[in-house]
């Protein structure tokens, strides 16, 4: 949709003219997943897709959601807005947001008509969520003059996440779709929220998303168990070296105390953290240095582990990376994102592009029955105000 036709569906949908357009982009991780909730790097990137909002105040004591995507429509007295939805309802989202505001002491005073459309394919693991927290914290930003900054927003979606939508999510999401940069993805440590913008730009090598159409189920449960298992492989640990998060460790510490580990599960998903940290550190490197086939590989090396170790791949995730892993031209091959459905990414060189979608298309429907779907990612920017 063209933003004239987003203008078109806010008059369609309240009678009267927007008088505000937000964007905030889904993102794609490159590398170091399931990093961030143990204090690890991550490296997204921001999406040239995302969630856009429409607003204008209305003189009711009400604030008015509506998406283009869904047809539930939610309208929230002022007083309404920290108490969750029943039933996994949408508007939970930014609800969720808005209500760290008033958590914050921010008052809200002034009804809104908000519009939401978003163009990131949902369940597919490329942060529909997050960009919708994120479009949502950054409107109201803007709008009450709160003067957040972009880490800050970025708190305030997590959290809503965490209390709306109850899933215990890390900060990555949530920071790429508010931190994100044109054709830079962001190096971020989780544990101090200091980052860098590293460029991205690959002379004859695209970024391509690939995604399995077997939706993730984040809230399901899978993931909050992996951030439990976790927990509990600190807890053992720190019997002998206090720690606070798995990411404190080098390989060389690890090895030195995997053996206090006694929870079989605890154990493989601790050896996975620290060793996706020591890859995210090694990949970024051999990016600044033009390695790019080193980077590949560490790719698909992160993949096997969250394969072996984390277990949140399964048959389609797993399917279409092996599929990759066999065309020439493909330099490392993913999971991105939580897992359990959602997308792959892959670097893939320009000329192999046309067989790497026939082969993998082809082996994946083979394999699983389903139909896979690719983008070359546009790298975007983070969250901002549509001017025009
Ligand atoms: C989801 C979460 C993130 C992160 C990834 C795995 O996308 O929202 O915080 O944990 O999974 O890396």
Same mark, same amino acid.
């Given at each position: /949709?063209?933003?004239?036709?987003? *203008? ?7 009678? *009267? ?7 905030s982009p889904g993102r794609v991780n490159l590398i170091g997943e399931?990093?961030d ?5 991550v490296f997204p990137c921001a999406l040239s897709f995302g969630t ?11 604030? &008015? ?20 939805? $029943? ?6 989202? $930014? /609800? ?22 978003g163009?990131v394919p949902?369940?597919a693991g490329l942060s529909s969520s997050a960009a919708m927290e994120v479009v ?12 957040? =900054?972009?880490?800050?927003?970025a708190?305030?979606g ?11 999510c890390g900060i990555m999401d949530q920071f790429a779709s508010a931190q994100g940069q044109k054709?830079h993805a962001i190096?971020l ?11 991205v730009?690959?002379?004859?090598? *695209?970024v391509?998303v690939?995604?399995?159409?077997? $939706? ?8 909050? =168990?992996?951030?439990? %298992?976790? %927990? ?9 070296? $206090?720690?606070? &998060? ?8 690890? &090895? ?21 940290? %020591?890859?995210?550190? =090694? ?15 560490? /790719? ?8 072996? =170790? ?26 991105t994102g939580g897992?359990?459905?959602g997308c792959?990414v ?12 026939? %082969? ?6 083979? *394999? ?9 990612a546009e790298i975007g920017d983070g969250a ?5």
């Open positions: /949709m063209t933003i004239d036709q987003l *203008k078109s569906a806010y008059e369609a949908a309240y009678q *009267k003219s927007a008088t505000d357009i937000f964007f399931h990093t909730y143990n204090g690890g790097f856009y909002l429409l607003i204008s105040p209305n003189s009711e004591q009400k604030i &008015n959601f509506r998406s283009l995507n869904i047809d539930a429509v939610y309208s929230l007295e002022l007083t309404q807005l920290t108490t969750p939805l $029943p039933n996994k309802a949408w508007a939970n989202y $930014p /609800m969720g947001v808005i209500a760290q505001f008033i958590k914050r002491g921010v008052s809200i005073t002034q009804g809104y008509d908000i519009l939401f459309w163009n949902a369940g949502t914290a950054f409107a109201f930003n803007e709008l009450l003059g709160t003067g957040y =900054d972009r880490t800050e927003l708190k305030i997590q959290a809503a996440e965490h209390e709306f939508a109850g899933v215990m054709d190096y440590n989780c544990d101090t929220l200091e980052f860098d913008l590293v460029p730009k690959l002379e004859g090598i *695209k391509v690939s995604n399995t159409h077997s $939706p993730h189920h984040l809230d399901s449960g899978a993931y909050n =168990d992996r951030v439990r %298992q976790c %927990q509990l492989a600190v807890q053992q640990i720190s019997a002998v070296r $206090p720690i606070k &998060n798995l990411a404190e460790l080098s390989q060389a510490d690890f &090895n030195q105390v995997e053996h206090t580990i006694t929870d079989e599960v605890a154990h493989r998903r601790a050896r996975h953290v620290v060793g996706e940290v %020591q890859r995210t550190k =090694d990949a970024v490197e051999a990016l600044q240095q033009g390695n790019i086939e080193k980077f590949g590989e560490l /790719m698909t090396q992160s993949h096997i582990s969250l394969r072996d =170790d984390y277990e949140v791949t399964g048959l389609q995730l797993d399917s279409l990376a092996e599929a990759a892993w066999k065309v020439d031209g493909v330099l490392g091959s993913r999971m897992g359990f459905g792959t892959s670097l893939v060189r320009d000329e192999a592009i046309p067989t790497f979608i026939e %082969q993998v298309g082809a082996e994946y429907i083979k *394999k699983t029955g389903l139909k896979a779907d690719f983008y070359i901002h105000r549509i001017v025009e």
